[in-house]
């Protein structure tokens, strides 16, 4: 090959690459937005007052709550320290934790237009899922290290 093929088929790749970019920008800055308000909006206290303290379902409402609140894994020790303050379990914490950094339904129309509806709904039913796992996971771990 020569060098100057080589630069047309890098031109050629970071112009492909750019362009569905550059379509897709609107909705993730959008959703990047919506994400960053509602972390700010929705306050720990009222996660918490949503969350069961000692319920077998504990784990799933905590994961339908954690998909719908969003939130950036940064701030989940804090939202994990002051939902445990207020005496919710450490199943309903984990499964609320989990979803609340993977499932995201409010970034969902961004990940639709970049990776495809399918694998964004079906990627975020497994993640779902697995928050829950996750959850009986940790807590049946812990009960057993004592």
């Not at 972390?39 to 994961?63: D, R």
């Not at 993977?102 to 964004?120: H, M, N, S, W, Y």
Request: with cysteine.
């Amino acid at each position: 090959m020569t060098r100057e093929n080589t630069e047309n088929k890098i031109e050629d790749a970071f112009k492909r690459t750019l362009y569905p970019f550059l379509g897709i920008m609107p909705v993730l800055l959008g959703v990047l937005a919506l994400t960053s308000l509602l972390t700010e909006v929705i306050p720990g206290e009222t996660i918490a007052a949503l969350l069961p303290k000692g319920s077998i379902v504990g784990p799933l409402i905590g994961a339908v709550t954690g998909s719908v609140a969003v939130g950036h894994p940064m701030t989940s020790y804090v939202i994990a320290g002051e939902l445990k303050a207020t005496g919710i379990g450490l199943a309903t914490i984990a499964a609320f934790l989990v979803s609340w950094v993977t499932v995201g339904l409010v970034q969902l129309p961004a990940e639709i237009a970049a990776l495809g509806k399918r694998f964004a709904l079906v990627r975020g039913l497994l993640c779902f899922l697995s928050s829950i796992a996750v959850a009986y996971l940790t807590s049946w771990t812990m009960g057993a290290l004592g």
